[in-house]
């Protein structure tokens, strides 16, 4: 049986890279702060929005790797994951409510647990460049957010 | 996402991120992290397993409420059941090593392609 461990992504990633040639290993990002907003409102007074790594499942979404807005309702039936590095020997994508929350984050809407969910939700890429995450995705994650009126933000990599 | 989550927390806005690589999230240092102990990809729970992801996502709410300091990390109390796929990921071994080195062989010709065609995002190249 094999043992219970949390496995080392960084160290699994930097040893297969390494088997398919590259020379240079990846450096992940790393801070010594970490930045903190309290709650400005109740939980049930707050908009929640939904960030998500997966890409929507259209002809765009599928060929062009970038930010995209969805509307939240109704909740697409599938949403683009193959390229992703999510283990896809062992598992699949094909339930969305498993990496995208929003069918239980309606269902604590209407318990009263939390005031909303915001009308879209975001895609955003995982890139190899944090340049391109830092520079451009998250300003233009906030943008969205800013518009959509979002308290509370829930991101989800796959 | 870690850097997406920075940035809106810098921001103002506070964010949860529920994920499955806890090696890498707590690297980059996020404000609230939710561990899912699961293969990567349903960190919100199993497929089709509702309970679970009500579970999941409750508990990850609470940590907004719960949570008055940077890098507050929780875990769920949920299992995946058999472990195997804990040494399965990106396995690099005698079965697969010459298969990978033609694999890179091969991406770095696509890279230099998109390069020369100004294609300025890639992706990690790490999979199951």
Known sequence: MTEVYDVSYIERTRDYYRAQGYEKDYVWAHNTNTPFAPLSKPLNECNAGVIVTAMPDTGEGRTNRRVYPTLSSPIPKSMYT????????????????????????????????????????????????????????????LNHCHEDEIDIAILVPL | ??????????????????????????????????????????????????????????????????????????????????NNWRDDYSRVDDNNREELSLRGEKRRMQQQAEKAAGVSRSSMIADG
């Open chain 1, 82 to 141: 193959s390229e992703l590095s999510w283990h896809q020997s062992v598992t699949h994508t094909e339930d969305i409510g498993s990496f995208l929350p929003l069918e239980q984050l309606n269902g604590l809407v209407g318990e009263g647990v939390v005031g909303g969910i915001a009308r879209r939700f975001y895609s955003v890429p995982t890139e190899y460049s944090q340049g391109n995450t830092i520079d451009k995705d998250a300003p233009d994650i």
């Open chain 2, 1 to 82: 996402m870690s850097l997406v989550a920075r940035h809106l927390e810098a921001n103002g806005i506070p964010t949860l991120i529920i994920g499955s690589a806890i090696d890498v999230v707590q690297h980059c240092g996020v404000p609230r992290y939710l561990h899912s102990d699961f293969p990567l990809g349903n960190p919100c729970g199993k497929p089709y397993d509702k309970d679970m992801q009500r579970g999941i996502i409750g508990q990850g709410i609470d940590m907004f409420r719960t949570a008055t300091k940077p890098n507050t990390s929780e875990r769920t109390p949920y299992e995946w059941g058999e």
